[in-house]
């Protein structure tokens, strides 16, 4: 490709990115959101460089016995299908050991041809001791040393990397997420050699303009932080003592979301209402928002492909033409959503064995198996998902998501599912499918007919499957929480769980209001009133998607966040 290094570039550093739905980059929302992100760069030509780590072990492929307990089988993939190793090699200190990484390139191309690449950093080296060539084995995996060992290596040795591929003139480092923080370090060093004079306060401050920080955890337990024994082992005495001189650690602790608060001239949330649960958490600095998008192309399903590009040609190169689908005859979304619903009831009986029956009202639950998103609501009232079965129509349900292989209540949970389900059989058809991915994902947000999200608030920063959901015209049923508060029209995107507005959960009245919803409201719009609920779901691509995308989020970044001149 032809790179533009001479000018001023954004580096986009994240732990994640889900960049082909074959290479297993990705765990769950924070790399398919940077993978998006990237694509959503490629489209506009920004100029936009990438760095993650390659994780030549992967995550982990989801296996389900007949139970429900979930078995961590390894991921076998061959880079060398899908990236470039380049020559470049750099090395940092670890330990008080020299650590050498080398990068291997994966070229984004846009709609219009343009590309952006990613840079996706490894110490699988014959230079490295057996231990320190696994430090890109794995992504989340190992204990606080391995992962402190692994964000040294995405932020120092993403900023050597960029450095030694001839990015000198980087006018943003955007943080997705705090475990790139240690970037400022390096920054903070890069300062320090170009003026040993200036004092702390000053080489910080221009540290901090030129730098920007995402988070998209609003729970204080999820964000990274590490003891200062391991932090003083792992980084060196020296460059500990740095670090506090600089004011970086939090209660003697390195936290790498207060290190990425603190060292940033631009802090935001990714949805208005996580804005004000990350103030809150983090009194004092001063937060913004940019709501997370999809990459409208990629999730959208083939049929709908097909009829967005006869309809609204514009559409692929500006997202905001979907506004348009309220043109579209309902008729038309109807049968593009019969094809995208029949080609997901044939993956499913590919990877479960199980029939579904493409005329049953289908609903999707798919989500990290946490306890947080309470995925048992759904089937916490077996009784009255008969009666409304019997009453209004049949219904299917449809469960994906990994639990995290440390989390034993995730695990539970997914087991939990199984045994609920089989109560129900014979009434209601609930199959959980394996190995939740971008592939299952792609069939799951075109081919059901409703989503169901039900995180305890204010839990979900922001949630994205809906989104992708909404541009295949499904609507969504949800708590209202993350980007749902602002996608929201009751009945007309979609209906909210949960009457009104409330800052925490009450389990027995949304799970009143999920059940009285589905008997009341959109069983009877489904089956009975089947052109209305199409102009439901033409409301949540013209609205919601048109919105939604990733498009208009990169678009928010650029104009407010980012400080590019006119054609980068």
Same mark, same amino acid.
């Given at each position: 490709?032809?790179?533009?290094?001479?000018?001023?570039?954004?580096?986009?550093?994240?732990?994640?990115?889900?960049?082909?739905?074959?290479?297993?980059?990705?765990?769950?929302?924070?790399?398919?959101?940077?993978?998006?992100?990237?694509?959503?760069?490629?489209?506009?030509?920004?100029?936009?460089?990438?760095?993650?780590?390659?994780?030549?072990?992967?995550?982990?492929?989801?296996?389900?016995?007949?139970?429900?307990?979930?078995?961590?089988?390894?991921?076998?993939?061959?880079?060398?299908?899908?990236?470039?190793?380049?020559?470049?090699?750099?090395?940092?200190?670890?330990?008080?050991?020299?650590?050498?990484?080398?990068?291997?390139?994966?070229?984004?191309?846009?709609?219009?041809?343009?590309?952006?690449?990613?840079?996706?950093?490894?110490?699988?080296?014959?230079?490295?001791?057996?231990?320190?060539?696994?430090?890109?084995?794995?992504?989340?995996?190992?204990?606080?040393?391995?992962?402190?060992?692994?964000?040294?290596?995405?932020?120092?040795?993403?900023?050597?990397?960029?450095?030694?591929?001839?990015?000198?003139?980087?006018?943003?480092?955007?943080?997705?997420?705090?475990?790139?923080?240690?970037?400022?370090?390096?920054?903070?060093?890069?300062?320090?050699?170009?003026?040993?004079?200036?004092?702390?306060?000053?080489?910080?401050?221009?540290?901090?303009?030129?730098?920007?920080?995402?988070?998209?955890?609003?729970?204080?337990?999820?964000?990274?932080?590490?003891?200062?024994?391991?932090?003083?082992?792992?980084?060196?005495?020296?460059?500990?003592?740095?670090?506090?001189?600089?004011?970086?650690?939090?209660?003697?602790?390195?936290?790498?979301?207060?290190?990425?608060?603190?060292?940033?001239?631009?802090?935001?949330?990714?949805?208005?209402?996580?804005?004000?649960?990350?103030?809150?958490?983090?009194? @004092?600095?001063?937060?913004?928002?940019?709501?997370?998008?999809?990459?409208?192309?990629?999730?959208?399903?083939?049929?709908?492909?097909?009829?967005?590009?006869?309809?609204?040609?514009?559409?692929?190169?500006?997202?905001?033409?979907?506004?348009?689908?309220?043109?579209?005859?309902?008729?038309?979304?109807?049968?593009?959503? @019969?094809?995208?619903?029949?080609?997901?009831?044939?993956?499913?009986?590919?990877?479960?064995?199980?029939?579904?029956?493409?005329?049953?009202?289908?609903?999707?639950?798919?989500?990290?198996?946490?306890?947080?998103?309470?995925?048992?609501?759904?089937?916490?009232?077996?009784?009255?998902?008969?009666?409304?079965?019997?009453?209004?129509?049949?219904?299917?349900?449809?469960?994906?998501?990994?639990?995290?292989?440390?989390?034993?209540?995730?695990?539970?949970?997914?087991?939990?599912?199984?045994?609920?389900?089989?109560?129900?059989?014979?009434?209601?058809?609930?199959?959980?499918?394996?190995?939740?991915?971008?592939?299952?994902?792609?069939?799951?947000?075109?081919?059901?007919?409703?989503?169901?999200?039900?995180?305890?608030?204010?839990?979900?920063?922001?949630?994205?499957?809906?989104?992708?959901?909404?541009?295949?015209?499904?609507?969504?049923?949800?708590?209202?929480?993350?980007?749902?508060?602002?996608?929201?029209?009751?009945?007309?995107?979609?209906?909210?769980?949960?009457?009104?507005?409330?800052?925490?959960?009450?389990?027995?009245?949304?799970?009143?209001?999920?059940?009285?919803?589905?008997?009341?409201?959109?069983?009877?719009?489904?089956?009975?009133?089947?052109?209305?609920?199409?102009?439901?779901?033409?409301?949540?691509?013209?609205?919601?998607?048109?919105?939604?995308?990733?498009?208009?989020?990169?678009?928010?970044?650029?104009?407010?966040?980012?400080?590019?001149?006119?054609?980068?």
């Amino acid at each position: 490709m032809q790179e533009r290094k001479d000018v001023g570039a954004v580096a986009y550093f994240s732990m994640e990115m889900a960049l082909d739905p074959a290479m297993p980059t990705y765990s769950g929302g924070l790399g398919v959101l940077a993978g998006d992100t990237l694509r959503a760069a490629a489209d506009a030509g920004l100029n936009m460089v990438a760095v993650t780590l390659l994780y030549n072990e992967g995550y982990f492929t989801q296996v389900l016995d007949v139970r429900g307990n979930q078995l961590e089988r390894p991921v076998t993939w061959e880079p060398e299908e899908f990236l470039e190793r380049l020559d470049a090699r750099v090395a940092i200190e670890i330990e008080g050991r020299q650590v050498h990484i080398c990068a291997w390139e994966y070229s984004v191309t846009g709609v219009l041809g343009q590309e952006v690449c990613a840079y996706m950093l490894d110490t699988d080296l014959p230079e490295n001791s057996p231990e320190d060539r696994k430090i890109t084995s794995r992504l989340y995996g190992g204990d606080e040393r391995y992962r402190l060992r692994q964000e040294m290596v995405l932020g120092p040795g993403g900023i050597a990397m960029l450095r030694a591929l001839g990015y000198e003139n980087i006018v943003t480092c955007h943080m997705n997420e705090g475990h790139s923080a240690l970037i400022v370090f390096s920054l903070l060093e890069e300062e320090m050699r170009r003026d040993a004079d200036a004092d702390v306060d000053e080489l910080l401050q221009r540290v901090r303009d030129r730098c920007v920080f995402t988070t998209h955890t609003p729970v204080p337990a999820g964000h990274d932080q590490f003891p200062p024994e391991l932090v003083s082992s792992v980084l060196g005495s020296e460059s500990f003592a740095r670090l506090t001189e600089y004011g970086c650690l939090l209660d003697g602790h390195l936290n790498m979301t207060y290190l990425g608060l603190h060292c940033s001239r631009y802090i935001n949330g990714v949805s208005m209402r996580h804005e004000q649960v990350t103030e809150s958490m983090f009194p @004092g600095y001063p937060i913004d928002s940019v709501t997370n998008g999809v990459h409208a192309v990629t999730w959208t399903s083939p049929p709908f492909l097909e009829l967005f590009d006869r309809h609204i040609p514009e559409w692929r190169q500006d997202n905001r033409y979907l506004r348009y689908a309220v043109g579209i005859e309902h008729t038309e979304i109807m049968g593009a959503h @019969g094809e995208a619903k029949r080609a997901l009831m044939k993956e499913v009986q590919v990877r479960t064995g199980v029939t579904l029956d493409p005329g049953v009202m289908t609903i999707a639950f798919a989500r990290r198996a946490t306890p947080y998103k309470r995925a048992e609501m759904l089937l916490s009232d077996l009784d009255r998902l008969r009666k409304i079965a019997d009453a209004v129509g049949p219904l299917q349900i449809i469960y994906a998501g990994k639990a995290h292989p440390r989390d034993e209540a995730g695990k539970e949970l997914i087991g939990r599912i199984f045994q609920l389900g089989e109560q129900l059989r014979g009434d209601v058809r609930v199959v959980y499918m394996p190995d939740y991915g971008m592939r299952v994902a792609s069939y799951l947000v075109a081919g059901v007919d409703l989503w169901v999200n039900t995180p305890y608030k204010p839990r979900e920063a922001s949630g994205t499957s809906g989104m992708k959901a909404a541009l295949n015209g499904v609507p969504s049923l949800s708590v209202l929480d993350g980007w749902w508060i602002e996608g929201h029209v009751e009945g007309v995107t979609g209906w909210a769980i949960g009457e009104g507005w409330r800052e925490e959960s009450d389990d027995e009245e949304e799970a009143e209001s999920l059940f009285d919803k589905l008997e009341f409201v959109v069983g009877p719009l489904f089956y009975s009133r089947p052109e209305e609920f199409a102009r439901v779901m033409r409301y949540a691509i013209a609205l919601n998607g048109a919105f939604f995308n990733s498009q208009r989020m990169l678009s928010q970044y650029v104009h407010n966040v980012y400080r590019l001149e006119a054609g980068q």
